[in-house]
């Protein structure tokens, strides 16, 4: 992500300020021995974490994490009934937890790879702000009771970020019924940043977390791809897929999944010819968990290839040697593979295929996500216990992929931006990110692909608080009892209420758009010295956008500027949407943010 020049090294914090920024992490739990956790050259806890620290099973009040499992067993049973390995405090027992947190801020570790895969120094991406972990999972599944609280010990223990790997399938809830969402507005108005997954549903409409007070992250690749050379009898070299494990020395055979179960290749358990390669179709991406049960049964098996035309480049673990290809690539199979490493790989980052896509379903003037960044085949730390997607085996690291990858990214350079900025709340730190990232579609990308070090100086801000949010959900008819499960007491709209378009947002949606509508925004400078901003419109494919005034004249920073928008239709978008871009520069910074538009009528 570019993140080098920020992180220094490993002697010491780059700033105080860096390592007082505290990270709330809810997810489950970590594996505090790993090295990632080494909390070597942070000094004292900062005197701001309110929290008691809470000891439990294999786990001190030394390790200062909290745990949850109440609304759990209400639902589900005592953790005891589940089955599976578990420890009831804040230990990880699947490496989720662990992942998740030390890609935020884990400590330098240097030499750290996965069967030689990705070999390098690991690093948090905000690795010298503290980590405060909340276990609110358990065997994969949360309870909306116990994520609500823990947010509110987060909340009140005095976090400054708050990531959440977390995402409900579709269909999602409205606002007020979504226990994420209540939880982070309640952040919000507290000044913490929350960022969460947009989820990993894979198609258009289904993006998770989409209220406008969360920072919803999608995931993407990096210049990075692990692939397999697989040889093929005629000499060719297929430069194809993912491969895990060790590389194979020796030439074997094929046989197809369907034929080792067919009568004349019939084998008890771990009696499959262990000069045979076996090859297996993925026809949904859950078979993967299928795949690598077959696996396990084959015992002295030489191999597995998986042939899948989807999702070939997203990294899957195995007990023998492996490997992930596409279905071109899979009618050529003949022999054997060997692993190599390929870094600068084009085109990068792209959005992976499992990201969930918007637009937001519950307020579709609201573009959704808001980000992307790196949430394929990602390397962090691990339980040391689990063995769950590791192939049956037990790592201190681990590559794994989705939104859940890519939520921690944000978050640090969330936690990055708070370092440097203290006194930004979080719909500036939101805006910020979201204006000075790398282009993309935005329903796919959101705004585009985080780019951190440019955050840290935007040139503009969008900013709105609390107030603001609710005179947004005032214009899409909440009523004053929905207001009330927010804000904890009865709140009335304005009458009349104002136009949901204009809620001041790091980008401009309009759905349902009935001929020419004009759009406001207000934005603040951060600078030196006066400068001159001029805007740059591109429009969205049959509407005209004009905007007024073309030039911003700031003086001082901190000064308040507004503009209109206008969009004139020239045309219909039969339903879907259309996407721009309004660009505001003053040859030194250039502060973008995406137009997705749904014209209707003329």
């Known amino acids: 992500m570019g993140l080098n020049p920020l992180c220094g090294n490993n002697q010491g914090p780059v700033t105080s300020s860096a390592s007082d920024v505290i990270v709330g992490v809810i997810d489950g739990g970590s594996w505090p021995e790993s090295e990632s956790f080494s909390d070597t050259g942070l000094g004292a806890v900062p005197i701001k974490l309110k929290g008691e620290c809470v000891a439990g099973e294999n786990f001190t009040s030394d390790s200062c994490n909290w745990f949850y499992f109440k609304g759990f067993e209400a639902e589900n049973g005592p953790l005891e009934d589940i089955g599976g390995t578990f420890f009831r405090s804040a230990r990880d027992s699947d490496g989720h937890g662990s992942h998740t947190s030390s890609t935020i801020a884990g400590a330098i570790v240097p030499n750290v790879s996965l069967s030689g895969m990705a070999r390098g120094t690991a690093r948090g991406g905000a690795s010298y702000a503290r980590l405060a972990i909340y276990k609110a999972c358990w065997f994969n599944l949360c309870s909306d009771a116990d994520v609500v609280s ?18 409900l399938d579709p269909p999602q809830p409205i606002y007020f019924t979504n226990a994420i969402s209540v939880g982070a507005f309640h952040a919000f108005k507290k000044g913490i940043v929350v960022s969460c997954s947009a989820g990993n549903s894979f198609s258009p409409k289904t993006a998770a977390n989409v209220a406008p007070w969360i920072l919803t992250v999608a995931a993407s690749s990096l210049d990075r791809e692990f692939g397999s050379n697989i040889y093929l009898g005629n000499s060719q070299v297929l430069k194809e897929g993912f491969f895990v494990e060790l590389k194979m020395e020796t030439p074997y055979g094929l046989i197809a999944g369907g034929d080792a179960a067919a009568p004349a290749f019939a084998r008890t358990i771990n009696t499959v010819d262990p000069a045979k390669i076996v090859v297996c179709t993925i026809e949904v991406l859950t078979d993967v968990r299928r795949q690598k049960a077959v696996a396990e049964q084959l015992g002295e098996g030489a191999g597995m290839k998986l042939i899948d035309p989807i999702v070939k480049e997203v990294g899957f673990q195995f007990v023998i040697p492996g490997t992930l290809i596409g279905q071109e690539e899979a009618q050529q199979l003949q022999a054997y593979m060997q692993t190599q490493r390929v870094l600068n790989t ?41 063995t769950v997607g590791t192939g049956g085996r037990r790592v201190n690291y681990n590559i794994i992929s989705g939104t859940s990858m890519s939520c921690p990214h944000v978050s640090a350079a969330a936690a990055i931006l708070k370092s440097y900025r203290p006194s930004w709340s979080p719909a500036a730190i939101k805006s910020a990110i979201m204006t000075t990232d790398i282009q993309a579609t935005p329903f796919d990308f959101g705004s585009g692909h985080i780019n951190p070090l440019a955050a840290l100086n935007p040139g503009l801000i969008y900013r709105f608080d609390s107030s603001d949010v609710i005179d947004f959900l005032c214009s899409i008819g909440a009523r004053p009892a929905q207001l009330k499960i927010l804000t904890g007491q009865t709140t009335y709209c304005q009458n009349p209420t104002k136009q949901s378009s204009d809620f001041n947002n790091p980008s401009i949606g309009v759905s349902n758009m009935k001929g020419s509508i004009p759009v ?36 001082k920073t901190g000064e308040n500027m507004s503009f209109r928008i206008d969009f004139k239709p020239l045309k219909t978008s039969d339903g879907n949407f259309v996407f721009g871009a309004l660009t505001w520069s003053n040859g030194v910074h250039k502060v973008r943010r995406p137009i997705a538009l749904q014209v209707l009528s003329l």
């Open 346 to 386: 084009k085109p990068a980052p792209k959005v992976t295929v499992f990201s969930s896509q918007g637009p937001n379903v519950i307020t579709p003037g609201i573009i959704k996500p808001d980000i992307t960044a790196p949430g394929l085949n990602i390397l962090a730390a691990w339980s040391s216990i689990s």
């Open 520 to 555: 406001y925004r207000t934005v603040t400078y951060y600078g030196t010295g006066p400068t001159a901003y001029v805007v740059k419109a591109d429009d969205p494919a049959g509407v005209q956008v004009t905007v007024t005034p073309a030039q911003l004249k700031f003086t």
């Open 150 to 167: 823990a947010m509110d010990d987060a909340i009140n223990d005095g976090v400054d970020i708050l990531s959440l790997s977390l995402a």
